[in-house]
Each structure stands twice: as structure tokens, then as C-alpha cells.
């Protein structure tokens, strides 16, 4: 078990079953308070395939990833990189909050994927993040490669900032990742 971080499918995101994972609720309700802001509702169109899926287990510990946070972002932008619910493929000047449970806390917040990738962004440079880590990751590819050997064995071929606590590089990458594959497949982001 454990907690992961999940792309979800045009038809995922408007299906109003949540015993099968819809998000109906939450899609309306963000379109609801789009509306509200006067900007356009937000139609999901990615078709998630098998080969497109973004599936990362945030297993590693924390707490060299919050300290990193806390030196280099303010608190209103790390609430803003790591404190959504829902991460969607529109710029949002802060963050949603719909009374709507999610997986994990008793409403959802919903937060604009390029906001949170200038802000993974800033943290990848801070930290130095290789080029050889998984750009477009699949199915539990960043899990496996800064656990399984790989970011092991390059940080000791080319060790660096990132390679001083892997765990910490994971973190960056996941929500760099993660910002990425919103906005590239046009495909919301949630935990589950």
C-alpha cells in the first residue's frame, strides 16, 4: 500500500462514481469556481494510455525535502508546490479549495500545474537535478530509479548537490515530473 501520485483519464475525471475513482465532483466544482473567476471551464481531453500513465509511490522520508522547501520557497509557495489534492493543466493565481473529500483530507485543493512547475523548476536548479533522470517517467519510473541503483550509481559517478540526499532529489523530481506530464498530456494530477 502507500501513497501514490496518479495522472487521470478524460473519462476518470468526469465519471461521477467515486466508489471507481470518478472525479464527476470535483471536475464540476472546479469548472464551478473557474466560472466564478471568469475564466473557462476546464475539459480534461487525455486519452491515458498504458504507455502515457503517470504513477509515481512517495515512499521515500520528507524531511530533507521540507527543509529544502523551507530555504528556498516561501511558505505561500510551498503550500502552493506541495499542499493540492488536485493538480490540473491551468494557471490558477491560487489555489482552489472545494468542500469535496478527497483521498486524504476532508476537501480538495486544487492547484494550476504551471504555478507548481516553476516552482519544482527552481528546486531542480537549486539542487542540480541530472538530465538522466526519467523525463517522461510511466508507470513507477522515478520510484525505480532513485531506488532501485540508478541515481545511486550516477551520484557516484557525478555526485553533486542532488546526490547529497537522494531522497530530497526524489521529491523535486516527482513534482517536477508531475507539473511536466499535466501539462504535456493536458491530463490532471491526484494522489490516491
Known amino acids: 500500500m502507500g501513497v501514490y501520485l496518479v495522472s487521470v483519464g478524460a473519462r476518470e475525471w468526469s465519471d461521477e462514481d467515486e466508489e471507481e475513482g470518478g472525479k464527476g465532483a470535483i471536475a464540476a466544482g472546479l469548472d464551478a469556481e473557474l466560472r466564478r473567476r471568469g475564466l473557462p471551464p476546464y475539459t480534461s481531453s487525455a486519452k491515458e494510455e498504458s504507455a502515457t500513465w503517470f504513477e509515481e509511490k512517495l515512499s521515500p522520508p520528507m524531511d530533507g525535502f521540507a527543509a529544502l522547501c523551507r530555504a528556498h520557497l516561501t511558505p ?107 501539462l504535456r498530456r493536458g491530463c490532471p494530477m491526484t494522489y490516491c
Open 76 to 182: 505561500g509557495e510551498q503550500e502552493t508546490l506541495g499542499e493540492w489534492s488536485v493538480l490540473v493543466p491551468v494557471s490558477l493565481d491560487e489555489e482552489i479549495r472545494l468542500p469535496i473529500g478527497s483521498a486524504y483530507t476532508d476537501e480538495t485543493v486544487i492547484a494550476g500545474a504551471p504555478q507548481v512547475l516553476a516552482l519544482a523548476e527552481r528546486l531542480a536548479a537549486v539542487v542540480g537535478l541530472p538530465a538522466e533522470v526519467p523525463e517522461e517517467p510511466g508507470n513507477l519510473g522515478l520510484t525505480f530509479w532513485f531506488l532501485e541503483g540508478e541515481a545511486e550509481a550516477l551520484a557516484a559517478a557525478r555526485p553533486g548537490p542532488w546526490s547529497e540526499d537522494l531522497d530530497t532529489a526524489f521529491y523535486v523530481a516527482l513534482y517536477l515530473r508531475a507539473a511536466q506530464h499535466a
